[in-house]
């Protein structure tokens, strides 16, 4: 729907959607849109709508930088998250020793 929006369409069909995924798509499709206006900063619709811009290089080139800076930025959230799980398992395993340890004696 936020495609659909951004080029311009003031209503977007969602017929097949709502015959194979059922009511709950209503909600799927208005908790999506509102993600995605929040991540990109939009408040109403009204804000994005019809905004897309016709293609240039310049503007593909800064496309493609924000979305290589995007990646490294959770490769880096990715790997401190690693670590994290990494320091949890080992303390589990430490404590799950010291009390078997404990039950021993």
């Given amino acids: 729907a936020f ?3 951004l080029c311009g369409a003031a209503a977007v069909q969602v017929g097949t959607c709502h015959w194979a995924e059922g009511a709950g798509c209503f909600d799927r499709i208005c908790t999506e ?3 995605l206006m929040k991540e990109k900063g939009y408040e109403k619709v009204e804000d994005f709508k019809g905004k897309l811009r ?3 290089k310049a503007g593909a080139t800064a496309s493609r930088e924000a979305r290589k800076k995007r990646r490294q930025a959770n490769v880096v959230k990715k790997n401190g998250s690693d670590v994290y799980m990494f320091l949890c398992a080992f303390l589990l395993a430490v404590i ?3 009390l078997d340890r404990q039950r021993k004696l």
């Fill in 96 to 98: 799950a020793f010291l």
């Fill in 33 to 35: 849109l509102r993600t």
């Fill in 54 to 56: 016709p293609w240039s």
């Fill in 3 to 5: 495609e659909m929006i």
